[in-house]
């Protein structure tokens, strides 16, 4: 640019300005210079850079104002992560009771804002407890055992007594009958051979007719000799191929054998009670030994 062509009067407009300019310097505040001759670092009044070319203007670090009793961190110092506290005075966080992790709220960072804190972890949510207005009992359980055993007589006309077998057999299904059908068992040792319903049932198979059914009933039958009756009553049963829990199902069939001998409607303790039973195989004359009669009867222990 040529100088000849510079108008005077933009060069007194110029030198004013400046003039105006340097006066103002002062009044907004005087550059502070550190002790050691380094700068400070220079900010504008809300942390901004100055604009290239505008005046140099040292403005001082604004003071935090604490949010707790935790104390500020100095200028310079490093920057707190939030965790913990640096103070040595500080006390030691107590770890979180509800799973989270631990960190200090209030802590500031620079520029005097608070540290951000981590999120709490989430806790597990608990199912409630399912609650039924009414409760169906539950049936009984089957029990096992054995029973005291049968001694296996044979009449004096060699007709063949109760076994062990034939009683344990009998026991078995009498107890999963009654646990099937929502009554309690009866102790196995409860479910005991009798002799005296034997004595009877040997009378029957004793009995000379060829006719399977003389002398069989209850106590006033008759047999075709003559000969009186022995032995016990019982709920009976007879057949071919019978064994211990065939007969205990048979019984179950009929109504009025089960009232005798399951009594469905009793509810009391089975602790006392006491099933015997007996059965003979064959019989006079000629009788196989897979015929069979039997009886059983409910008393108290």
């Not at 089957?142 to 001694?151: E, Q, V």
């Not at 004793?206 to 039958?221: F, K, L, N």
């Not at 009025?256 to 009793?266: E, M, V």
Request: with cysteine.
């Amino acid at each position: 640019m040529r100088l000849d062509r510079i108008d005077p009067r933009a060069v007194a407009s110029v030198v004013a300005l400046a003039v105006v300019i340097g006066l103002a310097v002062p009044v907004v505040g005087a550059p502070s210079v550190p002790q050691n001759g380094s700068a400070d670092t220079i900010v504008g009044a809300a942390g901004s850079s100055p604009a290239e070319g505008s005046p140099l203007v040292v403005a001082p670090t604004p003071v935090p104002v604490p949010t707790s009793f935790e104390p500020v961190p100095s200028a310079g110092a490093p920057e707190s992560n939030g965790a913990t506290s640096t103070d040595p005075g500080s006390p030691t966080p107590e770890p979180s009771r509800l799973g989270g992790s631990t960190t200090s709220a209030s802590t500031a960072g620079s520029g005097g804002r608070p540290a951000e804190t981590a999120p709490p972890k989430p806790l597990f949510a608990q199912p409630a407890p399912v609650v039924t207005a009414t409760s169906t009992p539950s049936c009984p359980a089957m029990i096992s055992g054995t029973t005291p055993g049968a001694p296996s007589r044979t009449s004096p006309l060699g007709v063949a007594g109760t076994t062990s077998a034939d009683l344990q057999s009998f026991a078995q299904q009498y107890n999963a009958i009654r646990v099937a059908n929502c009554l309690p068992p009866v102790p196995f040792a409860n479910i005991r051979y009798d002799s005296c319903m034997e004595d009877r049932l040997f009378w029957m198979a004793e009995d000379p007719s060829t006719d399977p059914s003389s002398a069989w009933g209850h106590i006033g039958s008759e047999r075709s000799d003559g000969v009186p009756s022995v032995g016990c009553d019982g709920n009976l049963a007879g057949g071919t191929e019978n064994t211990g829990g065939i007969v205990a199902q048979k019984w179950w069939d009929s109504t009025g054998h089960r009232t005798s001998l399951y009594k469905p409607t009793y509810t009391g303790s089975t602790a006392n009670v006491c099933i015997l039973f007996a059965m003979t195989h064959g019989g006079v004359p000629n009788e196989p030994y897979s015929f069979t009669r039997a009886a059983a009867r409910w008393v108290t222990c």
